[in-house]
Nanobody, 116 residues
Framework: QVQLVESGGGLVQPGGSLRLSCAAPGFTFDAYASWYRQAPGKERELVAIITSSGAGTDYLDSVKGRFTISRDNARTTMYLEMNSLKPEDPAVYFC??????????WGRGTQVTVSS
């Protein structure tokens, strides 16, 4: 069973930046991969997704131009670069990735807090 692990969350001031990472022992991000977030009292929402080739990405409208999803060249780690963080961005951020069989795996999440 693949267990993705997120890291990089924390407390940042408005306008600041964070980079989230997602990885799992023995797992390679060869298929689609994504980041979701869930704020208290709200449904989990898709924030960013990257295609298997890495050539295609898509983002939640509210984060376009501020967040960037990527993978390292070895495809062992996925990232979410978050810039110009806003008060509406705090949430638990989860990574989700698919393997070649179409099975998806979730991480347990990392907390992002934006506060002055």
């Amino acid at each position: 069973q693949v267990q993705l692990v997120e890291s990089g969350g924390g407390l940042v001031q408005p306008g600041g930046s964070l980079r989230l990472s997602c990885a799992a022992p023995g797992f390679t991000f060869d298929a689609y991969a994504s980041w979701y977030r869930q704020a208290p009292g709200k449904e989990r929402e898709l924030v960013a997704i990257i295609t298997s080739s890495g050539a295609g990405t898509d983002y939640l409208d509210s984060v376009k131009g501020r967040f960037t999803i990527s993978r390292d060249n070895a495809r062992t780690t996925m990232y979410l670069e978050m810039n110009s963080l806003k008060p509406e961005d705090p949430a638990v951020y989860f990574c989700r990735a698919w393997d070649d069989s179409g099975t998806s795996y979730w991480g347990r999440g990392t907390q992002v807090t934006v506060s002055s």
